[in-house]
Nanobody
């Protein structure tokens, strides 16, 4: 059974930082691409970032470029999202997801999410 479990969310002031983690079980991380999505109340789900299975290529939404960094530790079966320079508009539920490839942003497995709230 595949499970993705996010952690690291919380309340932070604008300009602050958080690091999200996503621990994966039931899948070997080095054969899949991984991504982060977010969804705020009333908004559509947004793809935030994706990293290929090797970690050689990463992709970011324009809204987070230069502030967020995605990374993975295949030995620990864990995905990370370092978020710096947080803004109130970054507030959302953040989800990690797994897919064969990043292209097309079509993901198969999803976590339950971790809440990020940025106060102004």
């Amino acid at each position: 059974q595949v499970q993705l479990v996010e952690s690291g969310g919380g309340l932070v002031q604008a300009g602050g930082s958080l690091r999200l983690s996503c621990t994966v079980s039931g899948l070997t991380l080095d054969v899949i691409s991984m991504g982060w999505f977010r969804q705020a109340p009333g908004n559509e789900r947004e793809g935030v970032s994706c990293i290929t299975r090797s970690g050689d290529n990463t992709y970011y939404a324009d809204s987070v470029k230069g502030r967020f960094t995605i990374s993975r530790d295949n030995a620990k079966n864990t995905l990370y999202l370092q978020m710096n320079g947080l803004k109130p508009e970054d507030s959302a539920m953040y989800y990690c997801a797994a897919a064969p490839i990043c292209y097309g942003w079509t993901f198969t497995y999803w976590g339950q999410g971790t809440q990020v709230t940025v106060s102004s």
